[in-house]
């Protein structure tokens, strides 16, 4: 028998980002990586900046850029909350790089202002997750 599937939401500020019956979700705490599987214990966690992972119950992956957030899992509902979340399908890893790496210096010396380092992270979770990405889309040609 199949185990129940899990009801997963991933929500941005100004939008659904993804929704729907899934088989798993691996996201990035401020503790490492944590699978989630149907019938996981109730579980809240801080997420960091990550390319997070969700398996439908089809087969198909979806990789989402996640700036930041949190995790929430309860009787087999996961809740993704981010300020910032983006399929990675519709990332320019290139784009990102090159802005990530012009603000590099200026938020390691602690000289960015807050919304300079949320574009940061942001832009940390587009490139993680448009990695993430190519190397699913190489694997399965």
């Given amino acids: 028998m199949a185990a129940d ?11 659904l980002v993804w929704q729907g019956e899934a088989a798993s979700v691996l996201v ?3 503790e490492g990586d944590i699978g989630i599987l149907a019938n996981h214990e109730p ?8 390319g997070a992972e969700v398996v439908s119950v089809d087969g198909v992956r979806y990789i989402i ?7 929430s899992v309860f009787n087999n509902h996961v809740s993704v909350i981010s300020a910032f979340g983006e399929l990675a399908d519709t990332i320019s890893v290139d784009e990102a790089r090159v802005e ?3 603000m590099h210096l200026k938020v ?9 380092v949320r ?22 040609r």
């Fill in 43 to 50: 579980l809240m966690a801080v997420l960091v900046p990550h």
């Fill in 100 to 102: 990530l790496a012009a």
């Fill in 108 to 116: 390691q010396s602690a000289e960015a202002i807050e919304s300079e």
């Fill in 5 to 15: 599937p899990l009801n997963v939401r991933f929500v941005a500020t100004d939008e």
């Fill in 28 to 30: 990035r705490t401020v």
């Fill in 65 to 71: 850029a996640i700036d930041s957030g949190f995790l």
């Fill in 119 to 140: 574009l940061y992270r942001r832009l940390q979770a587009q490139v993680k997750a448009g990695e993430k990405y190519g190397e699913l889309v190489k694997k399965n």
